[in-house]
């Protein structure tokens, strides 16, 4: 099955910086892990690999290796993966134009997110199988 998503120039940056910084050998991708929950209907993680795990689909990313397994794939689907630098957030950002908008918080009635949209924090970055030192 192919994925359709898109990745945006920022979030395209950021995933080649982590791996060109991680310290793995040439070819290393980026591992993007995402599951259902969480008010906006994603949680993820992500880590730099050496290869892709069992189950794994290695999708190219103007030359850059992803590694998605299997449930990921399912949910990036018509997903746009982008990257956000803000005073309040930093880190991988996820659009899925088919979704709802987010109402399980009522305390930020003025700050609404668009409909589907996700984020990963940088804190959340692992290495190898490592958390990240910062």
């Given at each position: 099955m192919s994925i359709e998503m898109t990745?945006?120039?920022?979030?395209?940056?950021f995933m080649k910086r982590m791996v060109r910084f991680?310290?793995?050998?040439?070819?290393?991708?980026?591992r993007l892990v995402v599951s259902a929950g969480g008010c906006s209907g994603y949680n993820s993680e992500f880590s730099v690999e050496a290869q892709p795990q069992?189950?794994?689909?290695?999708v190219l990313v103007q030359g850059l290796k992803v590694f998605l397994p299997a449930e990921s794939r399912l949910m990036l689907q018509g997903v746009t993966v982008d990257f956000a630098d803000t005073?309040?957030?930093?880190?991988?950002?996820?659009?899925?134009?088919?979704?709802?908008?987010?109402g399980c918080s009522t305390s930020d009635a003025g700050a609404a997110k668009p409909p589907g949209?996700?984020?990963?924090?940088?804190?959340s970055i692992k290495v190898g199988g490592r958390p990240h030192a910062h």
């Open positions: 990745v945006t120039p920022a979030a395209e940056r991680s310290g793995l050998p040439e070819g290393s991708g980026f069992a189950g794994d689909q290695t005073p309040t957030q930093s880190g991988l950002t996820f659009f899925n134009p088919n979704a709802g908008p987010c949209v996700a984020s990963v924090s940088l804190g």
